[in-house]
């Protein structure tokens, strides 16, 4: 951190936009990052009580019941047999690997007395209920019915598991529970074009981290939508994250799907009279705390640090996935994208490693959630799929940056974590009716709540 917290001044002005960045491009930039999105978004204040009631979580429980989220990932349930376990709230389902290779999602719920059907993800021919041995098939069809003379009034014809739609993507497997839901691909409008060229099929589970948290699901997920708290919240990050630079694009037509684009390895407006271009390279590497030689690599002349960071961010790449990475830009070798897909995941594109976050109301709380955070990975062209990394659950006393596998990212974690709790505390004491939030900066946690909206039943 070569910089003076004391010397920030207090009004400050954006010196790049995040266009201005890609202008400054080494390399011709795909398109999808000039497709600026700047959808009017109502400035209302938002409702405290979505984050605050529990009357308002029960009718949320809607959006699970009509959305499409991710139950899992396709290298969990690899073979014929294999299934995974998803809860969401008071429901369950059983995402299974069926002989054909299709993928079902059960009801994970017995049809004779309830028992839930299997409690963790593993591997069968069929579930079999544990309680008396009513049995159905990995596509959820009736198989067996024990002492079949006793229950004449079953029609076997419908007594079938309940099912949900399946979808996949970038080997995410998707459910929706509603049957006349729109197609996955058009709800995926537009990160599943955008993310086209970055070999995601060829990605898998490198890391996968879980910790549960006290606050809203909604109010831990909207700790990453924005960087307007990156001075306050993370000061260290300052001189390699430019917050002011952010494009944040909420596109018309499109209620999924919205995104902040974030330059990294620039320095923030708050900082940049302070330091040098490669100031920010030692810091964005880490050399200056690791104690490493500063000779060790001085930029060229005129070379900024965000290019130094891409060209080596290229030859990584191309070592990975064994490919020449010569025409990759800049913006997409270094910069944080930050997409978010409704209601609960966030997913980085680029070729990775692909950061990704998940966010789950936790054994059906209001106020507490499953946060995960993990990194997917590529394997090379042609070679099977590695198995998924197996996830890491830290306790209540464990942080972030216990997780080896985060590296750096953990203590930044930690520091986000600080605040969660107690904003839950915080709105719960508020006589305030809303949150107030910024035009810009804070407009896609706006149009994830006019999403939210658009789900809920009416009172
Ligand atoms: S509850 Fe499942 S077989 Fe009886
Ligand atoms: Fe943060």
């Not at 009004?11 to 009017?40: C, K, M």
């Not at 596509?139 to 009034?153: R, S």
């Not at 209601?343 to 995960?372: A, I, V």
Request: aromatic share 12%; charged share 25%.
């Amino acid at each position: 951190m070569g910089y003076d917290l004391e010397k920030i001044p207090l009004q400050t002005s954006p010196h790049s936009t995040y266009q201005d960045y890609l202008d400054a491009d080494t390399r011709e930039v795909p398109g999808i990052f000039r497709e600026v999105g700047n959808a009017v978004v109502d400035i209302a204040d938002v409702s405290k009580d979505r984050y605050v009631d529990r009357d308002w979580y029960e009718r949320e429980r809607e959006v699970w019941e009509k959305t499409w989220q991710v139950a899992c990932r396709e290298e969990h349930i690899p073979e014929p047999g294999d299934y995974h376990v998803y809860d969401i709230g008071k429901r369950s389902w059983l995402i299974a690997r069926n002989a054909d290779g299709s993928i079902s999602a059960n009801a994970n719920t017995c049809l004779h007395r309830g028992r839930k059907l299997r409690l963790e993800s593993g591997h069968a021919d069929e579930f079999r209920c544990p309680f008396h041995g009513f049995t159905w098939s990995l596509a959820g069809e009736l198989a067996h019915i024990p002492c079949e003379f006793d229950f004449p009034q079953i029609d076997k014809d419908n007594f079938n598991l309940h099912q949900a739609q399946v979808g996949t993507w970038s080997g995410w497997v998707f459910i929706n529970p509603d049957p006349d839901a729109m197609p996955l691909e058009d709800y995926l409008d537009p990160i599943r074009r955008h993310y086209e060229p970055y070999k995601l099929d060829q990605s898998f589970l490198g890391s996968h981290v879980a910790k549960v948290l006290d606050g809203n699901w909604k109010i831990i997920q909207e700790a990453f939508m924005e960087s307007f708290h990156s001075l306050d919240t993370h000061p260290q990050i300052v001189g390699t994250v430019d917050d002011f630079g952010c494009q944040y694009d909420v596109w018309e037509g499109k209620p999924h799907v919205n995104r902040m684009l974030v330059p990294f390895a620039s320095a923030s407006s708050y900082v940049i009279d302070q330091v040098t271009e490669q100031d920010v390279y030692d810091d964005w590497t880490g050399r200056k705390e690791l104690g490493q030689d500063d000779s060790a690599y001085i930029l060229a002349d005129g070379e900024t640090a965000r290019q130094a960071t891409a060209k080596a961010r290229r030859e990584a790449c191309a070592a990975m996935l064994g490919e020449d990475m010569d025409h990759v830009s800049d913006a997409e070798a270094v910069d944080g994208w930050y997409y978010n897909v409704f209601p609960n995941l966030m997913f980085w594109g680029g070729y990775g490693p692909n950061m990704w976050y998940r966010f789950t109301p936790w054994k059906d709380s209001h106020e507490q959630t499953l946060m995960e955070v993990g990194f997917l990975l590529r394997h090379p062209l042609g070679q099977p799929k590695p198995p998924p990394a197996e996830m890491t659950f830290l306790s209540v006393d464990q942080k972030w940056s216990d997780a080896e596998e985060l590296g750096g990212l953990g203590f930044v974690l930690d520091q986000d974590t600080t605040n969660m709790a107690a904003i839950q505390q915080g709105l719960n004491a508020s006589y305030k009716e809303g949150v107030t939030l910024a035009s810009y900066q804070e407009n896609r946690i706006r149009h994830f709540h006019q999403t939210l909206d658009s789900y809920m039943p009416k009172k």
